[in-house]
């Protein structure tokens, strides 16, 4: 048992070797001390190289076996890997949408009178951002104009109801109703049962109808459609606008926010819903936007355009919020989106105003290397998933067919089953619903919801194009496809 040195092999040790070079000698030999210990000490700063392999624990290039690893130091270790943050665009449902250039339409409940207790009451309406009419009811002849004092900016005029007293709740609608369509609101009005309804004319975000300040009795509100202006700079973000109706901000280039909406904190931005205040970007060190917006136009999958040159959105918080503030709901908004373009000429970010339409997005995510879901990076790119707002799903169908055979320059491919009409062969590698190509060479040509690659390169369409249209299912290459070509589809169910 004498070869068991017990007490110099295993025991705790109290020699160190500062500086551990890699290779096979890995520790410099000393000729008295070649046993387990030094071993194991060997082994330990290999392992702590693994960890730290660009050594950066203070001071630089100092670092033994021994030494802690608290922080993430550099990006090669493995705990630097394990704590790394990635950004990508987050999966889309159906509430990561806004419109632009909507009127604004409103319901009003009406109740009874009962001896005339409706009497002078008034409900208010805009019809503009400063223009509003406050409707009051004159019963019986009894009534007196309430004659309200606007807020600043506004002009209010009187729309008076006249109605008996004792009234029912679906005589005093009509009767508002006829009065309004008599105004000149730029309004109409419409009456079923006790609901008015009342649809302005103009699209604006005015405000919201409301009782006065001699509320009628009984009477509710309700805005079944909220009115935008025609144009904007911008959007502010509610947490009802995201996946799941709810999540939190990562703020800043360095945020340590895990499951996290990226954005740039915004000096200016102080009162929810002040657009256009600054152009803010939280930058990777690889002058990265890690707080860009993906934008397209719902429907057409087409991203919205300035002069020619793409539209994006960049996410912007409120001035103070901190990392990992949760987003605020509706009417506290925290969020914002603002519209950019890089300018063709400078390459500088400048603003942009967004025309009327129905608008999509997809937001930056923040999560950390050892959270991501498996299929993180496929949610990435252009809004890969938006399509007509109107349908119920939120994937086109898609084609990959492996070549296999050389098909000649001009052969025709079918875009379901991958059969050349000659020479050329191929299997389906990958299959998702049935595509057809549009029924026109022109509309092939201009849909953007009709796409072929060849080997990841996207291919124009066209006569005299890389592509050219034959039928509502076959299409052929100008060139020769070769074996080993990957031809990619993606387009819609029926155009």
Known sequence: MSNLDQETQVRNSDVY???????????????????????????????????????????????????????????????????????????????????????????????????????????????????????????????????????????????????????????????????????????????????????????????????????????????????????????????????????????????????AYVAATEANFTVAGTLGVGLSVASSSQAVALNEVDILIAGTNDPPLDAGTRVFGLLQALSGTADGTAIAGPGSENLQISFVKIHPTTD?????????????FQLPFQQSFYGLDRGAFLSGGQLPDIIDSGSGTSRLPFRQFNVTANAAAGETLNVQTGVFSGSGTSTVFASYGTPVTPSTSAQFRDDSRCKVWRNGVLQAKGAAEDVTWVSATQISFVKVVKTNDRIQIESLAAF
């Open 17 to 259: 070797s500062d500086v551990v070079p890699a290779g096979a000698g890995l520790e410099t030999p000393i000729a008295a001390n070649q046993n387990l210990l030094f071993d194991l000490n060997a082994l330990r700063s290999q392992v702590q190289k693994v960890i730290d392999p660009q050594q950066l624990t203070t001071p630089v290039n100092t670092s033994k076996w021994y030494t802690s690893i608290s922080t993430a130091l550099d990006n090669f270790g493995l705990r630097q890997i394990h704590d790394k943050k990635f950004v990508f665009k987050s999966p889309k449902d159906t509430t990561n949408q806004f419109p632009i250039g909507l009127v604004e339409i409103s319901d009003v409940t009406t109740a009874a009178d009962t001896a005339s207790n409706q009497n002078s009451k008034f409900f208010i309406f805009y019809d503009t951002t400063a223009t509003a009419y406050y409707v009051w009811f004159n019963v019986g002849g009894a009534g007196v104009d309430p004659n309200p004092t606007p807020p600043g900016g506004v002009t209010y005029t009187g729309i008076v109801v006249a109605f008996t007293a004792g009234s029912t709740a679906n005589a005093i609608a009509a009767a508002i109703q006829a009065a309004i369509a008599a105004s000149a609101a730029s309004v109409t009005a419409s009456v079923l049962t006790n609901v008015v309804t009342i649809t302005n004319t103009i699209p604006s975000n005015v405000t919201d109808v409301a009782a006065g300040a001699a509320p009628p009795v009984g009477f509710t509100y309700l805005v079944t459609q909220q009115g935008t202006n025609t144009t904007a700079q911008g959007k502010v973000v509610s947490s009802s606008m995201v996946a799941g109706g709810a999540g939190v901000i990562a703020v800043g280039p360095s945020a340590v926010t895990n499951n």
């Open 348 to 360: 500088l970010l400048v603003a942009v105003t967004l025309p009327a339409g129905l608008y999509q």
